[in-house]
């Protein structure tokens, strides 16, 4: 938190607390004007809108100054976009397809639907060591249904347990059955993972979850959308389930039921351009039904995954470049160089098409690479692992290091 | 049998016992000068080559009469090409993919592979009530594992009954495991199941399968390429299931291990335009690995099918036409009329590429029609259903009914 002006964190605070999660209007007023003057021009009734009516009368009611007091309390920290911490990278897709619904919006195509937006989040509460602008880079979200079997609890623990061996982050929601199958499985190898809560982080939800959430928030990451204090409501788990998919570099299905919430969560994958897998089950379980028919989805199928090394096979390419070994630095230019030759065919084209100085994102390398905007999404990572450009809050640029100093 | 001369089915007896299955350049010779000619010829030594030595050794031992009183002593008869219960609906798409063969064959593109090739099969001996002919209209080749879990022997078991009881006949082999469960399904239901043996009809194999060889034999139809005598021999298994792929409207694998037999079949069922299809499974359970394979295969890859009604979704369509309810006929032509009316675009389509008079094929209805072969295949039995065409030994041709009598 510490290069973010009070004034940003305490506007972001009262936006957490008094804007619904995925609200197209919300985010766009924060984009255009910034945190502070749209918590200023809510604060002053200035959107005439209805859309922020709600948000106008609550507004009066927030009180950042508790809410943060309390997050602290519980050890909770606010992340922002503007601090070091935003998952920059796992949210390039929220950014992309938040552009595009103010887009059709504002060109009236497109009334504002009340749930599922894939907007980013305003801000987020998070607890644990881990540092949450790592995740999405190599992770992989593995939901599932909370009526799991016994088959698919052991293959949700097995995999996490050696995804995270293989450096993968897991990520997942706070539910009995696969949820807790997944994290339990990470744990299991004192790995990372991470608990995306729809409620607010002062509580476990489900309460019989509280010995696992205080585990994750020690060693991994609690995140949430919602303050402290805010209650598990049903339309948070629907927003809360765009967080999981986009904090994930894919997306695995162990089980659901045909109409399971993990099914929602699969779909947030598939807009967001990440690979979506799922694991076969009998065809006489209920709970492999979803799974079952994510595969046979006519489009946009998800893989059928036999194995972790199935799971590599889909998500493992585009970050694989983080487990090459580090040779010795020699002189930064020779090293560069290096890095760049030894980038594969889709990494290089996309190195090619940034702009010698000054900050770029997905749309514009779409149109200077000519590549779809979700490979650019699925290659970034490895260009970011190599060193050669660098993501923050304004985008993704060539990095430029430091002199280094001689070895 | 009564329309086939006796020198055919003495000729085809001949060939029977002395060719290897799938012989390309015996078929070949066959398909030219015609059975009776092909075996005086072989008796003569007329064929030099020495692809033919070893049938032309062997000939001189073959004594038809001994193998026909033999067959008659096990009540199993001789089904040749040239009678009216041989299977040409089923095994057109076997016909094409010879005479491919042999023109690859002939332009020296290709060496005479020894085995897997899609060859027609000489003659049939079968023993049963069913009438080989109608099989493969509507069927579904349903085959897996010897060392099926009870999980694939259950699915088989209960989805044979099943499709059985939606006029499907089922098609397999004879070993223990998914075959037998699969003929045990149908014959549950006291309906149609064919076990296409490797060895000789008069003894099962394996000998434990001995009862259900004797019920199959009964109520539904075993069929072997074999002569009675015949030892199961490895080659055998490998190119009866071409007959089992051929013999199915489409292949269904329920459980299969990695390498299984199984593959082979549907490698087969691919290669003849033949949907495939294939059941998932725990992914812990080593037998359902073959099936996931299939799914996940990169070309060609199995549907993954969850339910009978998933099969019939698959295959249903093109033989559904067998299930319209049959109005009372007014006069022929106006029922001809309505009948091609009713005609999906595919099937009319193809109905309008047939000549008006004489016998064609699928290769030359394909370059009439401008439609892919394998449609066509798939294709062909609603017109033959419909009663708009007919087909024979010579081909199909536009049925032309012999004059109704008035009701």
């Known amino acids: 938190m510490g290069s973010v002006s009070d004034d940003v964190l305490l506007a972001r605070a009262v936006l957490s607390r008094v804007s619904e999660p995925s609200s197209i209007p919300v985010w766009r007023v924060v984009a255009r004007e910034g945190p502070v003057a749209a918590v200023e021009a809510l604060r002053a009734g200035r959107y005439e809108n209805d859309k922020f009516a709600a948000q106008a009368l609550r507004v ?19 992340v922002v976009p503007e601090s070091d911490e935003w998952p920059h990278f796992a ?8 552009r595009r619904r ?21 801000a987020l509460w998070v607890r644990g060591a881990l540092d949450l602008s ?10 599932g249904a909370r009526d799991a079997t016994e088959y698919g609890k052991w293959v949700a623990r097995d995999w996490a347990a050696k995804l995270a061996g293989h450096g993968f982050t897991v990520v997942s929601g706070g539910a009995h059955g696969i949820d807790a199958a997944a994290h339990r499985g990470a744990l299991s190898m004192r790995l990372d993972t991470v608990l995306v809560s729809a409620g607010g982080l002062d509580r476990a939800y489900p309460p019989g979850n509280a010995a696992l959430f205080d585990e994750v928030g020690e060693t991994g990451l609690l995140v949430s959308e919602s303050p402290p204090g805010a209650a598990p409501a049903r339309r948070r788990f629907l ?30 994958s598939i807009r967001l351009g990440r690979p979506l897998m799922a694991v076969p089950g009998p065809v006489t379980s209920s709970a492999s039904a979803g799974c079952h028919k994510l595969i046979r989805a006519e489009e946009d199928p998800a893989y059928l995954v036999r194995s972790v090394e199935d799971v590599l096979g889909v998500i493992g390419s585009a970050s694989d470049v983080s487990l ?3 040779e010795q630095p020699r002189s930064r230019g020779d090293e560069l160089a290096d890095r760049v030759d030894s980038l594969d065919p889709a990494a290089r084209q996309l190195f090619d098409a940034f702009p010698a100085r000054g900050w770029t994102g997905p749309d514009r390398l779409a149109v200077a690479s000519g590549m779809p905007t979700l490979q650019i999404i699925r290659t970034l990572p490895s260009l970011e692992l190599a060193g050669l450009v660098e993501g923050s809050a304004e985008g993704y640029r060539i990095h430029r290091p430091a002199r280094a100093s001689p070895p």
């Not at 100054?65 to 920290?77: K, M, P, S, T, W």
């Not at 060109?107 to 009340?114: K, L, M, V």
């Open 60 to 78: 009066a009611e927030a009180d950042p100054f508790a809410d943060l007091e309390a997050a602290q309390r519980h050890g909770i920290r606010l």
């Open 239 to 268: 927003t809360r389930n765009r967080l999981i998919a986009a904090l994930g570099t894919g997306t695995l299905v162990v089980e659901a039921a045909a109409r399971s919430g993990a099914l929602n969560t699969a779909t947030h």
């Open 324 to 326: 090459l070994p580090i």
């Open 91 to 98: 949210f390039a897709a929220l950014d992309v397809t938040a």
């Open 102 to 122: 103010v887009e059709e919006w504002e060109q009236g195509h497109r009334e504002q639907s009340q749930s599922g937006e894939l907007v980013p989040p305003l």
């Open 134 to 143: 790592t995740v999405g880079v190599r992770s992989v979200a593995i939901v």
